[in-house]
Structure formats: C-alpha cells, structure tokens
C-alpha cells in the first residue's frame, strides 16, 4: 500500500514504541502487528552502539515494518547505524536538533543505503517548509513531524508543508477516529504515527479502515478539490482555468502559467485512459472531479472505457504527481 525507501507498508499507521525492554508488552499496541510500521525509540548514539540496537531490534518479533530512532551521536556514528539499518531492512530515524549542514547529514546517511526518516516539530524549527524542501533535495525517505497539542491548526500545517515540497510525511497525531486521520491524511500527510499507549483495537480497527477506505478509493490520502480547500495534489481534479476561482492561486503557488497548466494537463493524459471523456463538462477524464463527487457524465465515461473507480483515481494520483513534478 505504501512504500518508505526499501520498506513495503500495508497500512499507513506507525506505533511509536517508547520502551526499550520489550518483555512486557502484549497488550501494547505495536504488539498486535496491526501497524503498517513499528518504530523503537530512542536509542542515544552517545551511549548505545549499533551492535546492542540490532539485538534490541531482532528481539522485537512483529509482522510490522520496523524501524528505530536515534539522538546524539557524531557522524560516523550515524553512519554506522545507518549501515545496520540497510542490512537489516529497517528504517532509521533522526531526531533532529539543529539544521546547520542538515543537507550534508542526510546524503551521508543515505549514502549507507538506508531508508531514512528525520524528526522534528514545529516548535523546533520556525520554517518548516524550508526545511521540508531541504530534507526532500537531500534525499530523506520520511519527514515525520509532531504536531500533537496543535489542535485544529495540525491540517494547516500539513497542507503548508506538503504544497511546499516534502519527502513522504508522517504526522505524529492523537487521532481518535478514522475522520480525524483523515482530516491529516487528505491534507499531505502519508502516514500518522500514534502512541504505544493506544488501544491495541482501536489502531488495528483504524489500520483496517484505512486498508479497505484504499482499496475502494484507490487513493486513501486523495486530496480535496482546490477550491474546497485541499492542498496542491488536488489540481488532478481541476477544470481548465476558464473563471476566476481557487485554481489560479494554486497555478502562482507552483509558479505555472494557466496556459501551461492546460497544455501540461493535456500531454500527461495524452494516450491514457484519462484522454477520453465525451459528455463530460470538457471533453476529457483529465479535467474530471474526484470519484466521491457524483457525476453520472463521468460515471458513464468510465463504464464505457471499463475504467473502475478506484482505477480511476490511481490515474488522479500518478497525475497529480506528474503535474506538481514537473
Ligand atoms: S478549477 Fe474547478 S475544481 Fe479547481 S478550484 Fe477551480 S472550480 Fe475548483
Ligand atoms: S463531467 Fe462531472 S466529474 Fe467531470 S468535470 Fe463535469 S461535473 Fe466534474
């Protein structure tokens, strides 16, 4: 369902696991191998080496992707620990405490082979955006950024970090229902990442949701329209800029004229199954609303072209990618 570098997720939840002895955890939620991924935390390089992080790891039997994360330590430490967490498949995170060289760190990092997730929230950076961008030309896997105790301002802030240009987000987030986890995920963020104090039922129920929510939809983190308040992704479902509305604000945000933003539009579905789209409101799929937005005219397209919903929307997806790519 989701791919972080080298790990394969079957669901975009993360249990954060704050023990390190790992004995007594049946009823925890990272226990019951319904996450998508399990990270240990937090191994400090200045006191740990990677020898005793690989035992600790190996001992922690889950069906999960599993990864760990890491504080202190010098460079080549990190390196070190990065080289492990290649061998073994595991994700390594960083905690990251300072953005002076950041870019350097990161390609030393990956140069190891690892897939890679960097910490951090907003308190500990004032733009985060920059630093998303950063991290992203670097090469970083994940951006996993805490916004417990923002409150309702946690979507804002991960619709300002995702327009700006991210690796994949993870968002560390109390959610308490599959609407909350929603309201981050339709916003750019890839993952959530909850407590190990959640209930172990709650976060397989959700896992589960999210799952079936994918493979119904085809895409579980679609974005909004633009002009209902969604983030860049959603120019997918836009309609050629003919009127004053949201679009054009988001065309200057990717620095794209509207003429370009059509003849890009135009060229990416060229010879796809989004080409065509007679008795649609513009002749073609590629202008076409999102799949939960009812529209028989579109409906009628897809039947005709054996184009199945969540289909059509996987094609939304790779369209929005190569839109904002470009
Ligand atoms: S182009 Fe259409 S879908 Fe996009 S923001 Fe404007 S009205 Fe909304
Ligand atoms: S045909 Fe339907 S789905 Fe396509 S643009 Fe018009 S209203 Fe939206």
């Known amino acids: 369902m989701l791919k972080i570098g080298y790990l394969n997720l079957d669901n975009p939840i993360a249990i954060i696991s704050e023990e390190s002895d790992f004995r007594d955890l049946a009823s925890r939620a990272s226990s019951n191998g319904s996450a998508g991924l399990v990270m240990l935390e937090r191994f400090n390089l200045d006191e740990v080496d990677p020898s005793e992080i690989k035992v600790t790891l190996n001992r922690h039997r889950t069906p999960s992707a599993l990864g760990f994360s890491t504080v202190g330590g010098e460079l080549e430490d990190l ?60 090469g970083a896997d994940l951006l996993h950024l805490d916004l417990r105790g923002l409150g309702p301002e946690a979507p804002k802030v991960v619709k300002r970090v995702s327009d700006g240009g991210t690796p994949k987000l993870m968002v560390r987030y109390d959610v308490g229902d599959f609407e909350g986890a929603r309201a981050l995920l339709s916003m750019g963020a890839d993952m959530i990442s909850l407590s190990d104090e959640a209930d172990p039922e709650f976060v397989a129920w959700l896992a589960d949701a999210l799952k079936r929510f994918h ?104 369209l929005a990618e190569d839109l904002l790519k470009a």
């Open 79 to 138: 390196v070190e620990v990065a080289e492990m967490a290649a061998e073994g498949g595991r994700l390594m995170e960083v905690e990251l405490s300072q953005t002076d060289g950041i870019i350097e760190l990161v390609r030393e990092i990956k140069s190891s082979g690892a897939a890679l997730s960097v910490r951090t929230g907003p308190g500990a950076f004032k733009d985060l955006r920059s630093l998303a961008r950063e991290l992203k030309e670097g």
């Open 215 to 318: 493979d119904l939809v085809g895409w579980y983190n679609a974005p909004k329209h633009i002009c209902s308040g969604g983030d860049l992704r959603g120019i997918a479902f836009c309609c050629p800029p003919v009127k004053n509305c949201p679009l054009l604000g988001a065309l200057k945000k990717i620095n794209i004229s509207p003429k370009e933003f059509i003849e890009r539009k135009l060229a990416l579905t060229k010879g796809t199954p989004l080409e065509p789209g007679d008795g649609t409101c513009f002749g073609s799929l590629a202008w076409c609303c999102k799949i939960t937005k009812p529209c028989f005219m579109r409906d009628a397209v897809l039947d005709r072209h054996g184009i199945s919903p969540d289909e059509y929307m996987r094609l939304k997806k790779r």
